[in-house]
């Protein structure tokens, strides 16, 4: 029997000129490259420049993935663009984006869910694509946390950074088996009685301001292994694979100590992987697409791979989704 699959026609990233080293952030506040080496991972990350918006990194992401689609903007009717950093409070950033790649048709919005940004927005729009109602679809994540980061406070501001990354996605009928490519199976989970473990202390409604992001660390890495690896379960159960039926796990690049601690628990090898933290930082919503281009880019992800995703985010919310690439 014949379906409706969102297949994934190419991706592409992009990453702020700038990078802030863990040396130049040891001159800024208390800490160390050591001290943040050992507890996340990272080593750097980029920080968007003054003027360039949330939506200018969505637009260098789309373009670069729309290239490696051969597809012209014009062939996009839907774009979804998960941020928590949009340029203004409205109109959503995505209609931004629609403008600036000078696409007139179609549908345009963001996706709120903070780090599970991408996932919940790659579920969103496979689920509007296979209704039948949009053809193509561009799926961003664009941060630029560096603008919503307290810059004395040590335990955040050294694990965030800025960037973007996009995938284009294709409505193509598939034989309904495992077989097929495009998106398997995802599963979406939220869980509000935890917003004050990882929150943004400001907004419209609530102070008129834009506000700084706040963090209980250890409280989000006790809840964030077990939440994220019963997402990835719940979809292996769906499409009825295992862990060793994977070809490629590509996290949210939050931590190294938390994709390590997933990965061991859900038996993935580590040579199975994709880790960009040390590089990009934390990325929020374009932590996850800016891995799938760096593993596409370097000959890792090949077509007919597949390829699990997961995320945790403020919220809490947290998903997962797995790809035939």
């Known amino acids: 029997m014949s379906i409706i699959r969102s297949i994934v026609r190419g991706c592409g990233g992009y990453l702020p000129a700038r990078t802030l080293t863990n040396a130049e952030l040891a001159g800024m506040v208390d800490t160390s490259d050591d001290w943040i080496v050992q507890r996340t991972g990272i080593r750097e990350r980029h920080i968007a420049a003054d003027g360039e918006l949330t939506s200018d990194l969505a637009v260098a992401a789309a373009r ?138 400001g907004g419209p409604s609530a102070t008129r301001t834009v506000g700084f992001l706040r963090m209980e660390g250890r409280e989000v890495f006790r809840h964030a292994v077990g939440m994220m690896c019963g997402a990835v379960e719940d979809v292996l159960a769906a499409t009825g694979t295992t862990a060793a039926d994977i070809d490629w796990f590509v996290p949210h690049q939050a931590n190294q100590r938390i994709i390590d601690a997933s990965a061991h628990k859900l038996g993935i090898g580590p040579e199975k992987i994709v880790s960009t933290v040390a590089l990009h930082g934390n990325t929020s919503a374009a932590s996850i697409p800016l891995a799938l281009d760096h593993a596409v880019a370097d000959g890792r992800i090949k077509p007919g791979d597949l390829v699990m995703v997961e995320a945790m985010g403020g919220g809490f919310t947290w998903g997962a989704a797995l790809i035939r690439w």
């Open 64 to 201: 670069r993935a729309l290239d490696a689609a051969g597809l012209e903007p014009q062939a996009i009717d839907l774009i979804v663009l998960a941020t928590a950093t949009p340029d203004h409070t409205f109109p959503a950033s995505a209609v931004t984006v629609q403008a600036k790649l000078g696409i007139t048709q179609g549908a345009a919005f963001d996706m709120q869910a903070v780090c599970s940004g991408f996932v919940f927005a790659l579920a969103t729009t496979d689920s509007m694509l296979r209704t039948g109602g949009f053809s193509r679809a561009l799926v961003i994540g664009s941060e630029t946390f560096s603008r919503i980061l307290d810059w004395t406070d040590r335990t955040t501001c050294v694990i965030f950074g800025d960037g973007a990354g996009a995938v284009v996605l294709e409505a193509t009928p598939q034989s309904g088996t495992l077989a097929d490519r495009g998106v398997l199976a995802a599963r979406l989970r939220s869980d509000g009685r935890h917003k004050d473990k990882l929150y943004v202390d």
